[in-house]
């Protein structure tokens, strides 16, 4: 069993309910964003194309977070998903470093979406469960999964760009996009094995 | 709080970037962490030259930087209470950074007392102290540079020249903090060799900084945005001002005067201070010059 995701950037418009979802799953604070959309133009005027290229932990195989990672806080468990043991975690951030995804933040003090106004009645419901002063990332809604249930992300896109399931299957539907459509993970050349491959635009 | 948040607006903006610039190891609390590895370079370096002299207040001075290095490293932590669990040593460079600085610390404080209190240099048990502090040393000096290094995320960091750069810059720091003392000491140590070695770790450094940014200069583009912003952006004071002026020229400038006409020992301190500075602001500036791997690849 290998967790992954395919996203099909033919089908993502640029919509950002992946990341809205993903901060209203986990109710991260201002600042962290487990999944995030990023935009880019490509081309000159007139021939100019907009690329949307949805980001989120890669989920590697030989992650080079958990590599460096001085207590062992980072860890890759059996089904493939890579996670933080907060109560292990010392901030030092090398992990934020190592990972060639940009897919970590450091939590480093309490913020709320209106400043001074104090937290609202759902911030202060969902931030407890983000202590200070460690690193957090995407585990793929682990705590989703358990119950049997996709991640918030694959299950809000709109256009069903994203899919999820077992890349150690392959008759799963992960596998055959992949096999199918010529699916590339982000960044091959460093060896690290992501569990999330993208579809040609 | 002040200067140790990082704007949230900075962040939104950093992550419309193509090379995002890393910030969390140089700015804020991140400075502290600079900080802890330049106090460490100089601690550990000054511990080689002054314990080979037999240079007893260069050796308690390294020993007291070594001590500041470890506390800028514990509060640069978002948890320093949690400081003993970094011993994963197997494939983390901080753990053995961890390891190295925490032998160094406890053999050479153990060789101190032994030799100071006691009076037992020559003895096999401070013998052996001094070779585990050796050894402490060079994993202290050695660390630093590969954290970098190891690092693919960061194209500009990912050299395998940077941990011999660090190294020569800790050996040099080490040196220069030998230098700073010379007023107050006097007599003990030869200063016309200190001087000689500060020369020539000096101009090794400076032709190793010229091939780390001649390689990076051609390297990828996240490593070519980085040069970019050492040489004409972000980080651009810090290096001409900080590595170039006070870490190259004068050190270089009064090396070669002393060459010709020996000067004051007022004057060497004076270099050894130019020559820290210079150290601090090598970290600083290839710090702050790391970008993250643009992800180029998804924009065709």
């Known amino acids: 069993m290998r967790y992954g995701m395919v996203i099909d950037l033919k089908r993502c418009f640029g919509c950002y309910g992946c990341q809205v979802s993903c901060k209203a799953e986990h109710a991260t604070p201002p600042g962290v964003f487990f999944a995030r959309v990023v935009k880019r133009e490509s081309g000159t005027y007139p021939n100019v194309r907009k690329v949307f290229l949805p980001m989120l932990c890669m989920h590697c195989e030989t992650p080079p977070c958990e590599a460096v990672c001085p207590t062992g806080a980072t860890f890759k468990r059996p089904d493939g998903i890579v996670d933080i043991d907060r109560e292990i975690c010392v901030g030092c951030r090398y992990c934020m470093q190592a990972c060639p995804y940009e897919a970590r933040y450091f939590h480093d003090r309490t913020r709320y979406y209106f400043g001074v106004q104090g937290p609202t009645e759902y911030e202060a419901a969902g931030y407890g469960r983000h202590p200070t002063g460690v690193v957090m990332k995407c585990n793929f809604c682990a705590h989703r999964l358990e119950q049997g249930a996709l991640p918030s992300c694959v299950v809000t896109c709109p256009t069903n760009a994203r899919t999820f399931g077992d890349l150690d299957d392959p008759e799963s539907a992960v596998s055959r996009l992949i096999k199918e459509r010529g699916g590339e993970p982000l960044h091959p050349e460093l060896g690290t094995g992501p569990s999330v491959y993208y579809l040609p635009a | ?300």
């Not at chain 2, 600085?101 to 048990?125: K, Q």
């Not at chain 2, 101009?203 to 583009?221: K, P, R």
Request: charged share 15%.
């Open chain 2, 1 to 300: 709080m002040g200067v140790f948040t990082r704007p949230y607006d900075t962040l939104l903006e950093d992550l419309q970037e193509t090379a995002r610039p890393q910030r969390e190891w140089v700015e804020g609390r991140g400075l502290l962490l600079i900080a802890g590895h330049f106090l460490s370079g100089v601690g550990a370096g000054g511990w080689v030259f002054a314990s080979a002299y037999g240079d007893r207040p260069g050796e308690v001075a390294s020993v007291v930087v070594l001590a500041l290095s470890g506390l800028a490293h514990l509060l640069f932590l978002g948890h320093p209470e949690r400081f003993w669990r970094m011993v994963r040593v197997r494939t983390s460079w901080v753990g053995r950074g961890f390891l190295g600085l925490n032998v160094l610390l406890a053999s050479a404080i153990a060789y101190l007392a032994l030799t100071l209190a006691a009076g037992a240099a020559d003895t096999v048990a401070a013998r052996a102290l001094w070779g585990l502090s050796l050894a402490g040393a060079a994993l202290v000096m050695i660390y630093k540079g590969n954290v970098y290094a190891v690092c693919r995320a960061i194209p500009f960091w990912n050299s395998s020249l940077l941990p011999i750069l660090y190294v020569a810059y800790a050996l040099r720091g080490g040196v220069a903090l030998l230098l700073l003392f010379l007023p107050w000491r006097g007599a003990g140590v030869d200063q016309r060799l200190l001087e000689l070695l500060e020369l020539w770790i000096g101009l090794s450094a400076g032709v190793c900084i010229l091939f780390y940014l001649t390689i990076m200069a051609s390297a990828s583009v996240g490593a070519r945005r980085s040069v970019e912003d050492l040489l004409r952006g972000r980080a651009a004071a810090a290096f001409y001002g900080g590595v170039v002026v006070f870490g190259l020229a004068i050190p270089l400038a009064v090396g070669l005067w002393n060459a010709v006409t020996p000067v004051s020992l007022g004057l060497l301190a004076a270099v050894g201070a130019a020559s820290l500075v210079g150290d601090f602001y090598v970290k600083y500036a290839i710090a702050k010059a790391g970008r993250y791997l643009p992800h180029v690849p998804m924009a065709r």
